[in-house]
């Protein structure tokens, strides 16, 4: 089942549109604008972003389109609406597997970004973040419609990605950008960007990133896994 599930998201343009040539794009945007900037960071920047688009409009859309029919399943069997998030998110892993391989291949070749043991911490890192970004997009497909999630899915992808761009590594700081920095800090993308600019520069990691990282992501996870609705719920919608 999840492989079948898997090769029909890799058959869906709107997969390749949002999460293998946007993200591209953004590398190679950001990597002209912001010379002074880590690489690692703007490996990192591309990468969630594909991430936060296959979770926030391909995941979700194609969550809203099936719910119905796995909460039906749900009535006569053992498989819960919480068992098909689980599978939903082994699928999300290898997607998002494909997504940093596909920017790191892209990175590699035309942009000489160096392999190096920090980019398998990173890895880790996006992993863990792009559970999460696929957690909060499950929860917009058995919540919201189709059709609005088309509306709402451009604007949902700025808002995330607000939450996990490093400002101040790439040298906006102060008034309304300060604002944002500090409303970044309930999110884990904010300590992402700390641990991995600390990896990228040589420096020791803070442990104090590291905990607030995995508590702020806990603490995130927690509501969000509590609201995913019953069948009944599911059924009404």
Known sequence: MKMIQLKQVLRNKRFLLFTIFVPVIWYVFISNVQKGVLPNIVFG?????GIIGNSLATFSKRIATNIEFYSFESRFTRYAVKDYLLDQMLVQLALNTLIFMAVLAFAVSFFNLHVTTSLVVQFLLLTVMGIYFSIIGFVLGVRVDAKTLDTIS????????????????????????GAVSKIQMIFPGYYYSDIVTAISSGRPVDSKDVLLFLIVFILNIIPLYLIVPRVKEIKSR
Request: no cysteine.
């Open 45 to 49: 920047i591309a990468v969630f972003i």
């Open 154 to 177: 451009f604007p949902a992808i700025i808002l995330a990605a607000m939450t996990i761009i490093p400002f101040a590594s790439l040298g906006a700081d102060g008034g309304f950008i």
